[in-house]
């Protein structure tokens, strides 16, 4: 069973800046999909970034030239299983609980919309202006 484990979460002012990591465990292959997905109070989860591995990064318009979806230098095996998620020029609407998702589905599967296998359960954003 794939576990997905974020950190880096905290409580910055506007025009601060964060950084997110996400570590998965119980897979022993590279997962062909990881992203960053948010969720504020009363509204929605939406994706933010995706990262499908060998073919290319997706971002939320809101994010798009502020947020970096990244992995580790390894590009197979588990030890790629690591995501991290570069935030800058935070406001307000970041907001939010974050959390970490993957599935070992890539390619066209793999989207800012898709169907993501596994979860993690959630780091804390909270930008105060």
């Known amino acids: 069973q794939v576990q997905l484990a974020e950190s880096g979460g905290g409580s910055v002012q506007a025009g601060g800046s964060l950084r997110l990591s996400c570590v998965a465990s119980g897979y022993p292959y590279s997962l062909s999909c990881m992203g960053w997905f948010r969720q504020a109070p009363g509204n929605e989860r939406e994706g933010v970034a995706i990262f499908n591995r060998n073919i290319d990064t997706q971002y939320a318009d809101s994010v798009k030239g502020r947020f970096t979806v990244s992995t580790s230098d390894a590009n197979t095996g588990p030890a790629a299983n690591v995501l991290y998620l570069e935030m800058n020029n935070l406001n307000s609407e970041d907001t939010g609980m974050y959390y970490c998702?993957?599935?070992?589905?890539?390619?066209?599967?793999?989207?800012?919309?898709?169907?993501?296998?596994?979860w993690g359960k959630g780091t804390q954003v909270t930008i105060s202006s």
């Open positions: 998702a993957a599935s070992i589905w890539g390619g066209s599967a793999c989207r800012l919309n898709g169907n993501m296998d596994y």
